[in-house]
């Protein structure tokens, strides 16, 4: 069917060989494959415009999300700071007060345990004298 209709209005559009158009001086004889080209080049310059703006706008529609996001997050940081997420990070008596204990159990701690240095190392100075004598004794 579709060939039948191409082959009854192909003699009606067909170009004769003398259509031809001069510009400055050269002629430029038309005929159908040029018209094809031209339509096909047409179509392809449209296709390129239209896929290239669909990625800008959709390029363009992405940045504005994340700018209501980076905007809804700011907000909500900025409702936490007044609503007293600070408040969060300050330390109350009883934190305080237990702080400064664990704090005195450590300074005591490390007293103690300097004052015991000596002793450790004296005990140690023994314990290796008498290694010491103990490897004389078998030979």
Request: net charge positive; glycine share 6%.
């Amino acid at each position: 069917m579709f060939r039948g209709v191409v082959r009854n209005l192909l003699p009606t559009f067909t170009m004769s060989e003398d259509t031809k158009i001069s510009i400055n001086g050269h002629t430029f004889r038309i005929t159908w494959s040029s018209v094809i080209h031209i339509g096909v080049t047409i179509i392809a310059l449209l296709g390129i415009y239209f896929t290239t703006t669909g990625r800008l706008d959709k390029s363009e529609r992405h940045l504005v999300e994340l700018d209501k996001r980076a905007d809804i997050g700011q907000d909500q940081r900025d409702r936490m700071d007044r609503e007293g997420t600070r408040r969060s990070h300050e330390i109350d008596a009883m934190q305080q007060q237990l702080l400064e204990a664990h704090t005195a159990q450590l300074a005591e701690f490390n007293r103690k345990l300097g004052d015991m240095m000596p002793k450790v190392d004296k005990i140690d100075a023994n314990v290796l004298w008498l290694m010491g004598k103990q490897l004389e004794a078998r030979k």
